[in-house]
């Protein structure tokens, strides 16, 4: 522990060591533009608590996964059950209570699970132009899963000035001690200011890791693979035409967690993998860039994703387990915009989706190598279709204040089809959402916002209609249609802080979370053994997901950056605590709650085109658990550490068009995990990157 408490000091030194040394040098630093509200907007004039990752904070990273690049950020941590998983938490909601969007299109599908996950995972973390995350919900827009938050990942689109053709690219090589990782990405594109192509490879190759304290992990090592290509057509001034798609892939990636345990008990004596899973993507996206009537503008997306979970499973010598899961999901969303004066602006508009979900599963005999038929892990050909219709206002009421509104129907059909212990269903759930927002400037310098808001989420077919053994465990899981939707309500209120090269935040949140539903709720029933797949000689505890509990959440999120001269500081603290109610019973802390969590760093601009960035990331220690946490292999019973590391990132752009990165990580080699993680975190090492551009 002192040594973390040296490395914090020597960090904070530095920082405001390089902020004073520049104090009076300061520069103006520009918003940032967003997409959080469906529409480009600069982020002072959004009303909403928003966090964004920009293209020169990806370039300095070097993430594993794409969550890796809102670790430390303002209203976020992050979570993976293994190397290549990973989730966010968003104001103590998590996986599918959060809803993640690639280039405006829904990631999350019908089989995403309230957990950390790889499906999370599947988005190339190389290919990414942008990261925004409007925390808290925006069911109003988007519809179900916007409880926690919204993520939203958009990839690189290359445009050029000129009637005649050009050309541009990127080649970048890295490599990772700590965790033996061999990167390679490489892009290109062609085109004028009408057209223009672009592709993209990224190869990914990691080892065992190396954790802190010494000793490489065994099962932690994996490749993954990357594919795009993108294709922008303006044929006029009043039409863009975009044609995109996306593969990634992980041909073979271990269950680690379950297979490694923790800290809260061991895992089985079992070979467990993802092998293989894959996301493919294609869009299209169409705009109408000049006023027709009363419409200001139009954008139509269309798009299908699937993606493939297949696993395989050894639990003993005598058999293997394998199974095939896809979700096929397609889907149509179309806005338009109208402004009605100068001070009032509405956006319009509706959204279609259809989420098809094929599961098989079968069971080899070692011994004979018969290979036969089981249950499968969801209803074969279950189906979801979601509705939604929306209108939301922005009006300025006055020079220096600003009202958001928005209010959205949404209907959720499910079809079930009949499973062994449980007969075909369909139904369908309603909901109506809204939000208010406001921001008004107290100032020139400081602004307030405020925000109430209403999200849902309707039961997937994770929650509706999972269906067999639960692993390193005597639960086999059973359907019930019978779910009702979750719902949030939220409030949160800040101030903003904008002047010349210094921008702060800081917002606190209270959400209200009901109807949640809980999964491996006991039944009081016993699946007899050979039953459903079960392999419990007295048999098996009956479990299915159950609208128990309700949940209380709160916290702080802040975030500061300062420019001055050369130097850039920032600082992140995040804050949030929970309490969960079940039917009755004594309130408990809320699962999975994030510990005191956030980042110090500075970047320092020295010559020769060399810039010095030491940062200090950290938590505290978390000893609020629920039952859950305290059942979970990967958590602690006791309560998970607090930590810190002391980084040092070195860049050097030996010349135009050629940077050189190292990067130094837990340089005091740390032994710790991230609370709720399945692993724990690389230990001591170097990242070192050549990023060559035209």
């Keep these: 522990m002192k040594r973390v408490r040296v490395a914090a000091g020597w960090a904070a030194m530095l920082v405001l060591g ?5 104090a009076d040098e300061a520069v103006q630093l520009e918003p940032q533009q967003v997409t959080a509200s469906r529409s480009d907007a600069a982020e002072d004039e959004v009303a909403q608590a928003l966090t964004v990752v920009t293209r020169a904070q990806i370039e300095r990273e070097a993430p594993q996964t794409w969550t890796d690049l809102l670790r430390g950020q303002a ?20 996986g599918s209570e959060v809803l993640h969007l690639v280039d405006g299109m829904r990631l999350n599908n019908a089989f995403f699970r309230n957990s950390p996950s790889q499906y999370i995972a599947l988005v190339d973390p190389y290919n990414i132009e942008r990261v925004e995350l409007q925390r808290g919900p925006g069911a109003t827009l988007y519809g179900s899963d916007a409880m926690g938050g919204v993520v939203q990942i958009l990839t690189p689109e290359y445009r050029f000035d000129g009637e005649d053709w050009d050309t541009a690219g990127a080649l970048r090589l890295q490599y990772g001690s700590a965790d033996l990782a061999r990167i390679a990405r490489v892009e290109a594109a062609a085109g004028n200011r009408d057209v223009a192509l672009s592709g993209g490879f990224t190869f990914m190759d990691y080892g065992e890791r190396d954790l802190g304290g010494g000793g490489r992990e065994a099962l932690t090592d994996y490749l993954a693979r990357g594919y795009d290509a993108k294709l922008r057509w303006t044929p006029g001034a009043r039409h863009e035409l975009m044609l995109g798609g996306q593969y990634f892939e992980y041909p073979k990636l271990a269950r680690y967690f379950d297979v490694a345990g923790g800290p809260g008990g061991p895992g089985g004596d079992v070979q467990s993998y993802f092998q ?24 139509i997306h269309l798009a299908q994703q699937q993606v493939e979970d297949d696993r395989l499973r050894q639990p003993n010598d005598s058999r293997i387990d394998t199974e095939q899961n896809r979700s096929t999901l397609d889907g149509f969303t179309l806005q338009a915009w109208t402004p009605l004066g100068d001070t009032l602006r509405l956006r319009y508009g509706f959204d279609l989706y259809r989420d098809t979900v094929d599961s098989t599963r079968q069971r080899t005999t070692i011994a004979t190598g018969a290979t036969t038929d089981t249950t499968s892990t969801f209803p074969d050909g279950a189906q979801q279709d979601s509705l939604g219709v929306y209108v939301h206002g922005e009006w300025r009421a006055l020079p220096r204040w600003r009202v958001d509104a928005g209010l959205r129907y949404s209907r ?36 307030w916002t405020a925000t109430a808001a209403r999200g849902f989420r309707a039961p997937n077919i994770f929650d509706l ?38 921008r702060a935040e800081i917002t606190a949140f209270f959400a209200d979370h009901d109807d949640r539903i809980e999964p491996r ?78 980042q110090v760093g500075a970047i320092f601009a020295v010559p020769h085109a060399l810039t010095i960035e030491p940062y200090l990331q950290f938590a505290g220690r978390q000893e609020r658990l629920d039952d859950d946490d305290r059942d979970d ?25 050629l940077r050189l990165q190292l990067d130094g990580r837990n340089l005091l080699d740390k032994d710790y995990r991230e609370h709720g993680s399945g692993i724990d975190a690389a230990g001591a090492g170097l990242v070192a990157a050549a990023v060559a551009s035209w």
């Design 75 to 94: 209203g976020a941590f992050t979570q993976a059950s293994g190397p290549g998983q990973g989730i966010v938490i968003v104001r103590g909601l998590k």
């Design 412 to 447: 959720v059909a499910t079809d079930l089809p009949a499973t062994a212990v449980s007969e075909p269903a369909e139904f369908a759930d309603d909901d109506l959402t809204w939000q208010l927002g406001t921001l008004l400037d107290l100032s020139e310098r400081l602004a």
């Design 276 to 299: 293989p899973n894959d996301r493919q993507f294609v869009h299209a996206r169409y705009r109408y860039l000049e006023p027709l009537g009363m419409l200001h503008g139009i954008e």
């Design 465 to 502: 209609g999972t269906l067999g053994p639960r692993p390193n465990s005597n639960q086999v899981n059973v359907p019930n249609p019978d779910l009702r939707p979750e719902t949030v309500t939220s409030f949160d209120t800040g101030l903003r802080w904008r002047a010349g090269g210094l």
């Design 633 to 657: 292999v990967r958590i602690d019973p006791r309560g998970t550490g607090g930590w810190a590391t002391l980084n040092l990132r070195l860049a050097w752009v030996a010349r135009d068009g």
């Design 521 to 598: 709720e006991p039944t009081g029933n016993t699946i007899p053994n050979g039953e459903l797949g079960c392999t419990q000689a007295d048999g098996c505890v009956e479990v299915q997901s159950r609208n128990i509990a309700e949940a209380r959440y709160w916290g702080i999120e802040s975030a500061l950056r300062w420019r001055a001269g050369v130097t850039d500081a920032y600082a992140v603290l995040n804050w949030t605590c929970g309490q969960e109610l079940r039917d009755g019973a004594p309130t408990t802390p809320a699962n999975r709650i994030p510990p005191l969590n956030g």
């Design 18 to 22: 390089g902020v004073a040394r520049a």
